[in-house]
């Protein structure tokens, strides 16, 4: 088509047309313009494409990460109700019988019930330059609000309960000075994973009788109580944030179900 021009252009020129002349060159200019503007248009396409299967990538892996969120949280709330469960019974009674020793030392403990959220493919993301996840803008804004402010929240809450939990531990102090460690306890701060049993030095009997005097005395049953309400307040939280993670999961799920 150009070439047909250039010859058109050409014959005008020598038959002293010069009018015609310039109007089959912007002709040929226009054809130009619409070239480039096609080849850009044709390669912005294809830029978008490839940017868009990328996010989708991106969203899959991101969807696992939630998965695995999601799965942690709701095992930190499990912990939260048999933590509670087991002070609940023990704020209950005011009195407790020898029998009740061991499911003493339960309630008495109460470990750390949060879990890592895991961020890999969002950081990933964020280290590649490229941001955006084109064609999933809504999901996007949730995604970093998830990620960063939320996160945020939930590390600080974190931090809060391993405090919270340290600290409570001080009675530990006390019993220590006063009670040799059992092989039940060493069974279960070992997760049922110590490999021998030790004589003990000390009267079982009075080992218990000690046992029910610190759970009856008051710092005892503050410390019930401070495992309850630390307990209550992190369940809340992790169902909140469970919460946001499950819908987070159902949106993307069901956006690259409508992509495929």
């Given at each position: 088509?150009?070439?047909?021009?250039?010859?058109?252009?050409?014959?005008?020129?020598?038959?002293?047309?010069?009018?015609?002349?310039?109007?089959?060159a912007m002709g040929e200019i226009a054809l130009v313009m619409v070239g480039i503007l096609l080849?850009?248009?044709?390669?912005?396409?294809n830029e978008n494409k490839k940017a868009y299967e990328s996010s989708k990538e991106y969203l899959n892996?991101?969807?696992?990460?939630?998965?695995?969120?999601?799965d942690l949280i709701g095992k930190g709330?499990?912990?939260?109700?048999?933590?509670?469960?087991?002070?609940v019974w023990a704020l209950q009674l005011t009195e407790y019988v020898p029998d009740q020793a061991d499911s003493l030392w339960i309630a008495?403990?109460?470990?750390?019930?949060?879990?890592?959220?895991?961020?890999?493919?969002?950081?990933?993301?964020?280290?590649?330059?490229?941001?955006?996840?084109?064609?999933?803008?809504?999901?996007?804004d949730k995604l970093t609000h998830?990620?960063?402010?939320?996160?945020?929240?939930y590390d600080s809450f974190q931090e809060w309960d391993k405090f919270m939990t340290l600290e409570g531990q001080d009675y530990m102090k006390d019993l220590d000075e006063r009670l040799e460690i059992s092989n039940y306890r060493m069974d279960f701060y070992a997760r049922e994973?110590?490999?021998?049993?030790?004589p003990l030095g000390q009267d079982p009997v009075q080992q218990v009788i000690i046992l029910i005097d610190f759970a009856e005395s008051p710092r005892g049953r503050n410390h019930f109580k401070y495992n309850y309400m630390r307990h209550e307040r992190a369940r809340g939280f992790l169902k909140e944030m469970k919460t946001e993670t499950d819908a987070l999961i159902t949106e993307i799920n069901n956006a690259l179900t409508e992509a495929d």
């Open positions: 088509m150009i070439k047909f021009f250039r010859r058109i252009r050409k014959s005008q020129l020598l038959q002293g047309k010069v009018s015609k002349y310039l109007l089959y080849a850009l248009q044709v390669n912005n396409w892996e991101i969807l696992k990460d939630l998965e695995e969120n999601s709330i499990y912990s939260c109700d048999e933590f509670m469960q087991n002070e008495l403990g109460g470990h750390f019930v949060f879990f890592t959220i895991s961020d890999r493919t969002f950081q990933k993301l964020q280290n590649s330059g490229n941001t955006r996840l084109v064609g999933f803008d809504d999901i996007e998830y990620f960063i402010k939320s996160k945020d929240r994973a110590s490999p021998r049993e030790f």
